[in-house]
């Protein structure tokens, strides 16, 4: 039994019979090393006997920790029903996935362990921000234990402790420290003073049981009373206790003999004693601080002897453990085995999604450069490029493959050195250097063209296409691309053919054949999921919703970026759901749906860590607009404030931002400053073919009377309203589907055209436009204009606005409060308003009565 | 938090009666501010009661819109305003 936990423990309890019923939650169980937070959650499980089911899987101490480690334990447990977990080509999400099911709708509540998380690789904290996120509707009590002292503002658990943290399925518990009380009871019969060993131990509850179990008098630290306890035993049961210290976690009970000669006898002492603890086939100390007490205090040359002999059993395994092997290679200063070792589970950790561990493993190859030799150090330091590319350290990206890229150089080596320079200049791209990016990947493209067609020129001729067509540098990028797919097909390289695919596609949209790139689009999409591959559906998506976005293509747009959202939401891509989001703001700028743009704009703002990314670029530049037409307050500041953060945006990500700087000039009536603003980008434009960068920015530009009439190649609506066609503009405006831009080429018009953008503009809520075209018609003297907005007209019997409409039907639907909040952006408080306010219009006092009239009045089909 | 002047029409005149009732209408615009972390400081209305012109803390002029949506209120403009004391600088001449 344990000492002052009961009622830890009866909360726990209580949250797992919540379990049973459906509601899930996840609890962070926090306390100093040593607290007994192990203790806690064994004697939960103990508890629960055969009423629930247990996962139990715990994070290793290892120097680079194994990827997914507890996920590994629960594959390995035969009665977790999960033993096909980690097979071979299993992506982490699918896993995850698997996990989830099994916490789902079973009769019985599973228990889920979690241990020593601020151990955890990065595998394993997605896994638990993953399951966390998603523990609501499970049958499972998810219990991550952590050291909280241990959890510094850096430490990567940190990111995830604030991101489950507010969610209501989320719980914080602490395993405190004993009282004197307490401390008095285990002392027992023992001649020991409690408060002294309270003062002297914190409270710690396995310093207190150590230094019990230690009978001395009171030793000075924790690691004394566990030496203490150990130098009582005999010469054999310590060789045993030390062998199993150089083991992170445990040791295989069968290795124990080989590595020391112990006796069956010596093995079992120690576990008699209470140092060790016997679990199935392991033997494992009752405490990691134990262990490295133990581990410390072995002479140097008998612990790398350990290590060695640890090695070599482990290298005669059949599936050699990667990342245990490299952790041994490194403690026993061995270098030459850590070369062997690390590449190997450095490609492990990179293939189960822990990008970080593999980094570390290969910089612990590299920093043994004379073992490795030049050319094997420069593809390390590519591999080791691609990882910090995929964490976004961009830097260090770039550092490592400008290494590689002077080895080749120096050596004769031309496909190396392409390969290579390709590698750079993806980093040069993401750092905004995109001129030395563009120079890199030429030079790339240069050599591998003088040794003949290959696979790798197909490869740098798609990747030349893709920063090309990023540059809006429509035509080459396309020349370039058409290239890379013959050559990837006369090769055989399918995934470079398919990329090449895409490109051309998305070229397509941006520069004057958008119905034909959406075509192409829409067909390797449909490959793409008959292929069941997630990675290229998302991508395709992406392009579909930002490439048609740009191109006005609405209706493909819109449900590719819905259907993005949905994808990227399941397999935790923060990035993808923040991107498809910023477009969705835009869209519903242009299309004059101003609150959901501002919702969405809004939306991306607060759930996107990355600070300002391209999402919150364009995200801000949409809620700027909107408050530039509203005539609202702080427009021009967002935009001006979100454009100075990143100087070396590409135009794509900057030209709609800027037409709101110059749009709010013109509504104030100061167009002549617009030149100034746009001339730079309007000539960045003239240098690519996006035919709606070039037709906006001249609009704004024609406007000013900087430029007489339409750029060639311009979008054709603004070149009609360019050339003074403000009847046809306004026709191609209405088709689009842009109300404001409609009314604003009517406005270009005669009294008769002016007088039907009015309407237009005041329903839209569009003062500043609405007040020019006012002044405009007073100056002409027309008399009786009609005055600003009138008072809707509420079209339904009840008098609902059209917001409670929409609650309403949400409402009759079955949504709850909380729900209908999610749906709308909203406030929960807010919605609880608005049903209020929608009991008291139609007279009932219930929701389900509420319902019923709204089918009476047949709002609901709205 | 910024501040800002919400300019309302009323056509048919903006009626608050100095009872229960208004009292009622009053508060319910203070609770339905709190979802949006808005906060209704003073209003002026003109003497025809077809004008306010209403202080506002709040965080964004959208929440501003939102909160007047949950009221039912009509916006015609939002501007962000500060104070200008008309002593502000008689103690700054010596």
């Not at chain 1, 334990?73 to 009665?79: C, G, L, N, V």
């Not at chain 1, 234990?145 to 602490?174: F, I």
């Amino acid at each position: 039994m344990l000492l002052e936990r009961d009622d830890l423990l009866a909360t726990l309890g209580n949250l797992l019979e919540c379990a049973r019923s459906g509601d899930g939650s996840l609890v962070l169980l926090a306390g100093e090393a040593g607290s007994g937070k192990t203790s806690v959650t064994r004697e939960l499980a103990n508890s629960v006997g055969d009423t629930a089911v247990v996962l139990w899987g715990a994070c290793d101490p290892l120097s680079t920790p194994r990827p997914l480690s507890p996920l590994h334990d629960f594959a390995a447990d035969p009665d977790s029903g999960l033993s096909g977990l980690l097979d071979e080509h299993v992506e982490a999400v699918e896993t995850f996935g698997t996990v989830l099911a099994r916490l789902k709708g079973t009769l019985r509540p599973v228990l889920m362990v979690v241990e020593d998380l601020h151990w955890a690789d990065e595998g394993t904290l997605d896994f638990v921000r993953f399951v966390g996120r998603r523990v609501a509707d499970t049958n499972a009590l998810a219990v991550c234990t952590y050291r909280d002292d241990e959890v510094g503002p850096d430490h990567p658990l940190k990111l995830v402790l604030g991101q489950l943290g507010p969610m209501e399925t989320t719980h914080r518990l602490d395993v405190r420290p004993l009282s004197v009380a307490a401390v008095a009871v285990l002392a027992g019969e023992r001649a020991v003073d409690a408060e002294a060993l309270h003062r002297l131990t914190d409270g710690n509850a396995f310093y207190v049981t150590e230094v019990i179990a230690a009978e001395e008098s009171l030793p000075g630290t924790v690691q004394e009373a566990v030496l203490a306890r150990v130098g009582r035993l005999g010469d054999g049961p310590r060789r045993v206790v030390e062998a199993v210290s150089i083991a992170p976690r445990s040791l295989e009970i069968s290795h124990v003999g080989l590595l020391t000669g112990a006796l069956v006898e010596d093995i079992d002492e120690t576990a008699g004693s209470g140092v060790l603890a016997a679990e199935g086939r392991f033997l494992s100390f009752r405490h990691e601080l134990a262990r490295a007490a133990v581990e410390e205090s072995i002479p140097m040359a008998r612990r790398l002897d350990l290590h060695r002999r640890m090695l070599s059993l482990l290298e005669d395994a059949d599936s050699p453990d990667r990342a245990r092997l490299a952790h041994h290679a490194m403690r026993a200063d061995a270098a030459d085995l850590v070369v062997d070792h690390a590449p190997l589970a450095a490609q492990e950790a990179s293939k189960r999604g822990a990008h970080k561990e593999a980094i570390s493993f290969y910089e612990s190859v590299l920093s043994h450069p004379e073992l490795v030799g030049d050319d094997r150090v420069a593809e390390f330091r590519l591999a080791l490029a691609t990882e910090f590319g995929i964490v976004d350290r961009q830097g260090e990206a770039l550092r490592q493959a400008t290494l590689a890229v002077d080895h080749y150089r120096a050596g004769n080596r031309t496909d190396r050195l392409a390969a290579a320079l390709v590698q750079v200049a993806g980093p040069q791209w993401s750092l905004g250097d995109a001129p030395s990016c563009r120079a890199t990947i030429d030079e790339a493209v240069e050599l591998l063209t003088r040794l003949g067609p290959s696979r790798d020129l197909a490869h740098a001729l798609y990747t030349s296409s893709h920063f090309y067509m990023l540059a809006r540098q429509g035509q080459f990028a396309l020349e370039v691309v058409k290239r890379s797919a013959a050559m990837a097909e006369e090769f055989g390289a399918n995934d470079i053919g398919w990329s090449a695919r895409l490109i051309i596609g998305c070229i397509e949209i941006i520069t004057g054949a958008p119905l034909r790139g959406l075509a192409v689009l829409n067909e390797i999409k449909e490959e793409a999921e008959r292929g069941d591959d997630p990675h290229r559906v998302a991508k395709t998506l992406g392009m579909l919703g930002s490439g048609g976005g740009e191109a006005r293509l609405y209706d493909d747009a819109i449900s590719a970026l819905d259907e993005g959202i949905v994808q990227g939401l399941a397999a935790d891509e923060d990035y993808a759901v923040a991107y498809n989001r910023s477009w969705l703001a835009r869209i519903a700028f242009e299309q004059g749906r101003w609150n959901q743009a501002v919702e969405y704009a809004e939306l991306v703002d607060r759930t996107s860590s990355t600070g300002v990314g391209i999402a919150n670029v364009t995200a801000r530049g949409a809620l700027g607009r909107v408050r530039v037409r509203r005539g609202d307050p702080g427009g021009r500041e967002l935009i001006e404030d979100t454009l100075q953060l990143g100087v070396s945006y590409e135009l794509q990500h900057v030209w709609a931002p800027l037409c709101g700087l110059a749009e709010h000039e013109w509504l104030s009536g100061r167009a002549q400053r617009i030149p100034v603003l746009l001339s730079e980008d309007y000539g960045r434009a003239l240098d690519t073919d996006s035919q709606w960068a070039r037709g906006e920015l001249g609009f704004w530009m024609w406007r000013a009377g900087a430029i007489d009439g339409p750029p060639d190649n311009a979008a054709r609506p603004f070149a009609l309203q360019m050339a003074g066609e403000w009847r046809a503009a306004a026709e191609a405006w209405r088709e689009i589907g842009c109300p404001y831009e409609v009314a604003l080429a009517l406005a270009d018009g005669d009294e008769t055209a002016c007088l039907e953008a009015l309407p237009t503009f005041d329903s839209l809520g569009a003062r500043p436009a609405a007040s020019l075209v006012r002044a405009r018609l007073r100056d002409v003297g027309v008399k009786n204009i009609p005055k600003g907005p009138t008072k809707q007209t509420l079209a339904n019997p009840a008098g609902l606005t059209s917001r409670q409409l929409e609650v309403l039907g949400l409402m009759a639907s079955g949504m709850s409060n909380a729900e209908i909040a999610d749906e709308l952006f909203l406030a929960k408080k807010t919605v609880e308003h608005h049903v209020s306010a929608i009991f008291s219009k139609l007279s009932v006092t219930t929701r389900a009565k509420a319902i019923v009239a709204a089918h009476e009045l047949g709002t609901t089909q709205k | 938090m910024p501040r800002y002047l919400v300019e309302r029409s009323f056509p048919d005149g903006l009626e608050i009666p100095t009872t229960s009732e208004g009292l009622k209408a009053c508060l319910g615009v203070v609770d339905g501010n709190t979802g949006e972390q808005v906060t209704w400081i003073r209003s002026f209305v003109t003497d025809d009661h077809q004008k306010t012109f209403c202080i506002y803390d709040g965080p964004t002029p959208e929440a501003i819109r939102r909160a007047a949506d949950v009221s039912e209120m009509p916006v015609d403009a939002i501007s962000e305003i500060s104070v200008l004391d008309p002593y502000f600088y008689v103690g700054g001449q010596s």
